[in-house]
């Protein structure tokens, strides 16, 4: 289904197994393998609700947005603008540039380019193993805060704690360093073991 209250350069595109709508401007539900396209984004999720009347778009259940620089979120409900621009998640995560994984018990997603994570954790180390099983990240830091500033391409965190093997080794109340997608920027960087 097109949403159609957009300019056409804005159209929203809706595909699910049942999709239920009354009137023009009444609430649009999307329900099972719901995937909502709009521009270079994309949203997946177990059913969708969207209300033109206020241009939010509810969607719960295996949320996932894929996001126009590539990057993946993960979340068990979203509220967003009907741009996916702007919004809250619950139970968020977020992998970015590879194998580095952001992720907190909230999010506010912002159009100008920052996400805002409440009790976050920020690791590059796997999570999994080849099984599939969960395991405990070799390094992993965890804040009250931890802000992503896609313009600043930084990552910050509020009240830190860095962890090696799930024991707590350093608190500091800031703590900054390049977001992982940028190739070079001043300010701490993560060791890398070589042999020769």
Same mark, same amino acid.
């Given at each position: 289904?097109?949403?159609?209250d957009?300019p056409? =350069?804005e159209?929203?595109?809706?595909?699910a197994?049942?999709?239920l709508?009354?009137? =023009?401007?009444?609430l649009?539900?999307a =329900?099972?393998?719901?995937r909502? &396209? /709009?521009e270079?984004? #994309?949203l997946i999720?177990?059913y969708?609700?969207?209300d033109p009347? @206020?241009d939010?778009?509810?969607?719960?259940?295996n $949320?996932v947005? /894929?996001?126009a620089?590539?990057?993946?979120?993960? %979340?068990d409900s979203v509220e967003?603008t009907?741009?996916?621009a702007?919004?809250?998640?619950?139970?968020f995560?977020?992998l970015?540039a *590879? *194998?580095?994984?952001?992720?907190? #018990? @909230?999010v506010v997603r912002?159009s100008?380019?920052?996400?805002?994570?409440e009790?976050?954790a920020?690791?590059a180390c796997p $999570?999994?193993?080849? +099984?599939?099983s969960t395991?405990t990240?070799?390094?992993?830091v965890? %804040?009250v805060r931890v802000?992503?500033d896609k313009n +600043?391409q930084t990552i910050r965190?509020?009240? %830190?704690t860095? =962890? %090696? &093997?799930?024991?707590?080794?350093?608190?500091?109340?800031? &703590?900054e &360093?390049?977001?992982p997608?940028? *190739?070079?920027?001043?300010?701490?960087?993560?060791p890398?073991i070589?042999? #020769?």
């Amino acid at each position: 289904i097109v949403v159609s209250d957009r300019p056409r =350069e804005e159209t929203v595109l809706f595909a699910a197994d049942r999709v239920l709508r009354t009137a =023009e401007e009444s609430l649009l539900i999307a =329900e099972g393998n719901v995937r909502a &396209f /709009y521009e270079n984004k #994309s949203l997946i999720a177990d059913y969708i609700s969207y209300d033109p009347t @206020t241009d939010i778009v509810t969607a719960n259940g295996n $949320v996932v947005i /894929y996001d126009a620089d590539g990057q993946i979120f993960y %979340a068990d409900s979203v509220e967003l603008t009907g741009d996916l621009a702007d919004g809250v998640a619950t139970n968020f995560g977020a992998l970015i540039a *590879e *194998e580095n994984r952001l992720v907190g #018990s @909230t999010v506010v997603r912002s159009s100008s380019g920052v996400n805002t994570i409440e009790n976050g954790a920020y690791t590059a180390c796997p $999570v999994c193993r080849e +099984d599939g099983s969960t395991k405990t990240p070799t390094w992993e830091v965890k %804040a009250v805060r931890v802000t992503q500033d896609k313009n +600043d391409q930084t990552i910050r965190f509020r009240h %830190a704690t860095i =962890e %090696a &093997f799930g024991v707590p080794i350093m608190y500091t109340p800031y &703590f900054e &360093f390049p977001d992982p997608s940028v *190739e070079r920027k001043s300010g701490l960087l993560p060791p890398s073991i070589g042999n #020769s």
